[in-house]
């Protein structure tokens, strides 16, 4: 199932969903398409479940009513002039 299709569902949308077999765009964090594994509305509760049930390798991502991606932490890059200084 797309990404942009599990957000805009009625069983999706509003809910934490843990996602197996991603196929992410290309240059970016944001899944293109994957397979769902489990949803809640309560993170911990999704958390625990797959916990107990050893699907420890899926990434968990919150459904919104639009696609979104993911911010990108990005490190300010230390200027040479800064590092001559210290």
Request: proline share 3%.
């Amino acid at each position: 199932m797309t990404w942009l299709d599990m957000c805009r569902s009625d069983e999706y949308r509003g809910r934490w969903v843990a996602l197996d077999n991603i196929d992410y765009e290309d240059g970016s964090s944001q899944p293109q398409q994957a397979d769902v594994v489990d949803s809640d509305e309560d993170l911990g509760e999704l958390c625990s479940r797959m916990r107990e049930s050893d699907r420890t390798a899926c990434a968990i991502l919150y459904c919104e009513g639009e696609a979104f991606t993911p911010p990108v932490a990005k490190r300010a890059a230390m200027s040479t002039r800064g590092a001559a200084h210290r």
